[in-house]
């Protein structure tokens, strides 16, 4: 167990618990998730002081700065900050990833899930989207439900964390959204399929009502088929993954967020399933670019054994018309990730957060 510091505090006992219980993930009821309404309530910004005391003999985090979007068009309510983000699964990270510039120590659990807590609790999001989720149960659905969101996680059927030694558990999405500000009114997990088979990927699809405004909205996570070679596979299951959406939101009545890890560029046939769907979706970091219609140049940038790899793989959708983007979170530059790339010391995955404001469009009539 890590040490909080010099010595031991209030939330010791809170991220020490959070490594010692991994036995829940070897059991058919890990799906169901922990009684944590009795357990005291942490406040974000002891947590982050918390961390920032393990991180202590580690550089400082990143600078990076939200990019005003925003038009004409006031909003009465807050906006509803989202937060994309592949964490990198623990196993992944120290037993299959190879990434060859990044020194061991860097990938240390105690450490690195401290560095991610860091990036969420900086960044605030009302709905956090998850990716290669693999310490779900002993460390962000307790540390997370006690900052007052409700979480839900869906592992792959067959996840490539059980294949390495010492695992905690299958990796898979993971959505939470803060119980103050939504209420859930309804929940899908969804196994994604292609040219009918099911495969090992999946979603979750979840229908949210703002308890300001009334206003409902679905937000989705997704992660779908890796690897060069995979392309048809993968527009399968967008395609799989556009009409399960199509029929929740009720044939695009309802305003969509999807939020997830395609692992396919821009140039691809799911992306353009996306772009062109009849969902009316957009991009939401298109909106970065001078024209507004081109993505960043990355998402994720790593050195594995078998090279640099350099991609634009993960995305915010929305939709269009019924929701504005108000600001975009930029993207780390080049020199701020440095020559060894990520993950590093400084930031604990290979993929960037996104993180995007939203508001709803005023106007009903350009709901559909």
């Avoid at 839900?152 to 119980?179: I, M, R, Y």
Wanted: glycine content about 4%; charged content about 20%.
């Amino acid at each position: 167990v890590c040490s909080m510091g010099n010595g031991p505090s209030r939330l010791y006992s809170v991220l020490a618990k959070t490594l010692n219980s991994s036995a829940a993930s070897q059991h058919p009821e890990y799906l169901v998730p922990p009684d944590s309404e009795h357990l005291e309530p942490i406040d974000p910004k002891e947590l982050l002081e918390e961390c920032r005391a393990v991180l202590h003999t580690r550089p400082p985090r990143f600078q990076r700065d939200f990019v005003d979007l925003r038009t004409d068009c006031p909003s009465s309510h807050p906006p509803i900050r989202v937060m994309q983000w592949n964490i990198l699964a623990q196993a992944l990270g120290e037993g299959k990833d190879n990434f060859v510039q990044c020194p061991v120590e860097a990938l240390k659990w105690e450490e690195r899930k401290c560095l991610i807590l860091e990036e969420i609790l900086a960044y605030q999001p009302d709905i956090l989207c998850l990716q290669e989720v693999d310490h779900y149960f002993d460390t962000f659905q307790p540390l997370l439900s006690r900052l007052g969101y409700q979480g839900t996680f869906f592992p792959k059927p067959w996840s490539p964390c059980l294949d390495v030694e010492h695992n905690n558990g299958p990796d898979g999405c993971a959505l939470f959204f803060l119980q103050n500000r939504f209420k859930l009114v309804n929940s899908a997990n969804i196994r994604l399929t292609a040219m009918t088979l099911k495969t090992n990927q999946v979603a979750i699809a979840q229908t949210l009502e703002c308890k300001e405004s009334g206003r409902q909205f679905c937000i989705a996570v997704t992660h779908l088929k890796a690897r060069t070679g995979w392309e048809r596979f993968r527009s399968a299951q967008g395609c799989d993954l556009l009409q399960n959406l199509q029929n929740i939101t009720q044939g695009a009545k309802i305003p969509l967020i999807v939020c997830g890890d395609f692992n396919a560029e821009p140039t691809e046939e799911v992306y353009k399933h996306f772009a062109s769907s009849s969902l009316n979706l957009n991009s939401a970091y298109k909106l970065l670019s001078a024209d507004g219609q081109s993505e960043p140049p990355y998402t994720t940038w790593k050195i594995r054994t078998s090279g640099e790899c350099r991609h634009t793989l993960d995305y915010i959708w929305y939709s269009k018309r019924a929701l504005s983007v108000r600001s975009a979170l930029d993207l780390l530059t080049e020199e701020q990730i440095g020559p060894n790339r990520l993950p590093s010391f400084n930031y604990p995955s290979d993929h960037l957060s996104l993180v995007c404001d939203f508001s709803f469009n005023e106007d009903p009539e350009v709901l559909l």
